[in-house]
């Protein structure tokens, strides 16, 4: 057999006649970047049910392609921002006096849940489920909405004879989608549903509630990539500073656009306290045109129809403990004065101490919580209040 030349050989190889004769292996193909994976956050009686969450989670990555991550609301103790505003205010004295839940940003609090899971995206699944027997009516034998039908209602008749009850369920909520955009509005599909079934021969459920929640699915948009600094921006400028700084320190980094966010968010937050405590100060001290002849009851509130908030109650009894801590005005050998309730001085012993009631946890933990949960915690708040004479009496 005569050799193949080189020049036939690299012709049947496609190869230029210079280019030799050697092989080169194929190019492996690029992996594709992982999908970013999406939270997915429930609520409602529905999830009561043995299995619901999961089922529901597997519709989400089914329609949306992303993987789903099952996240539980973000409760007071693992709320970023309590950690974040106690740092803050054991490092800027003036800012220890901070509410750190802002209450007014509860409709962004979707993205506490992607912080604490490290998703760019939040679904909130929120379905209460109901179902009850009741008797049948000539109306229900007529309705055709009432099953069942076809062979199922001739079984039904066989076994049980004419139906004796009628059995409902119903379903309502909402499936909504939080994308952290420039956009304020986050998309939302209410969900209602209802059917009805003759008995005997009701199925075991009536309602597909995965079902349901997967047309609901499919009218939201798909996840997209996240604009951090947009959405930062848009925290500040709705009144949310410590949220907004909780979002750069997670997902900025800590250059220039970090930083000028930050010195935004702080200055707002310094703003605010100003506010609050001038606010608080006319509301529950003596006002300068008062009578002399009125009573600390009579001038403590400056207006008998308003109802002071658990927080502002607590600020006031926080500062109340400072300026009466006898103990302490010794300790650093200054003589004890009478302050009007709620007016923080600036003795730094006292400011010092009006911080630590904050940074420590009292604040929030030993007033706030135990005014805000129980009635009768906000009674005995008001109650001490009243005896130091901070609050009018109730009228008998």
């Not at 993987?67 to 800012?95: I, Q, Y």
């Not at 379905?127 to 049948?136: G, I, S, W």
């Not at 009805?196 to 990539?225: F, K, M, N, Y």
Request: aromatic share 4%; hydrophobic share 40%; glycine share 6%.
């Amino acid at each position: 057999m005569r050799p193949v030349s080189s020049f036939l050989l690299a012709a049947a190889l496609g190869l230029s006649p210079g280019a030799g004769c050697a092989l080169r292996p194929p190019a492996r193909p690029t992996a594709a970047p992982p999908v970013a994976p999406v939270a997915l956050v429930t609520d409602g009686s529905a999830f009561t049910r043995l299995g619901m969450r999961e089922r529901i989670a597997k519709a989400v990555e089914q329609i949306s392609g992303r993987p789903v991550l099952l996240v539980d609301p973000p409760e007071r103790n693992s709320d970023r921002r309590r950690g974040l505003a106690a740092k803050l205010a054991k490092e800027t004295r003036e800012l220890a006096g901070y509410d750190w839940r802002e209450p007014r940003c509860t409709s962004e609090a979707a993205v506490l849940a992607a912080l604490a899971s490290s998703t760019d995206a939040v679904y909130r699944v929120t379905l209460d489920a109901a179902a009850h027997t009741r008797p049948v009516t000539p109306a229900d034998l007529r309705s055709p909405a009432a099953c069942p039908r076809g062979l199922r209602k001739v079984l039904a008749a066989l076994r049980g004879g004419e139906p004796k009850a009628v059995r409902e369920e119903s379903v309502t909520g909402s499936v909504a989608l939080s994308l952290f955009s420039r956009s304020p509005s986050a998309p939302r599909v209410g969900v209602e549903q209802r059917a009805t079934c003759l008995q005997p021969g009701a199925p075991a459920t009536l309602l597909d509630l995965p079902a349901i929640v997967a047309d609901a699915l499919r009218e939201l948009p798909p996840p997209h990539a996240p604009e951090w600094e947009a959405y930062t921006r848009r925290l500040l400028a709705a009144g949310c500073p410590l949220l907004a700084l909780s979002v750069a320190e997670a997902r900025l980094g800590t250059g220039p656009t970090f930083k000028n966010l930050q010195s935004a968010a702080l200055d707002t937050m310094r703003r605010s306290v100003d506010r609050r405590a001038a606010r608080d100060l006319a509301l529950y001290t003596a006002a300068p045109e008062a009578p002399k002849s009125a009573t600390p009851q009579e001038s403590a509130l400056s207006s008998p129809e308003e109802e002071p908030s658990c927080s502002a109650l607590c600020s006031m009894h926080m500062i109340e403990l400072c300026n009466n801590d006898r103990a302490l005005w010794i300790e650093h050998r200054v003589r004890w004065e009478a302050t009007p309730c709620g007016t923080r001085r600036h003795d730094a012993f006292l400011e010092e101490c009006y911080r630590q009631q904050w940074q420590s946890g009292t604040f929030d933990d030993a007033c706030v919580a135990p005014c805000e949960t129980t009635s009768e915690g906000r009674e005995r708040l008001e109650s001490i209040l009243r005896r130091a004479g901070c609050l009018p009496d109730r009228p008998s």
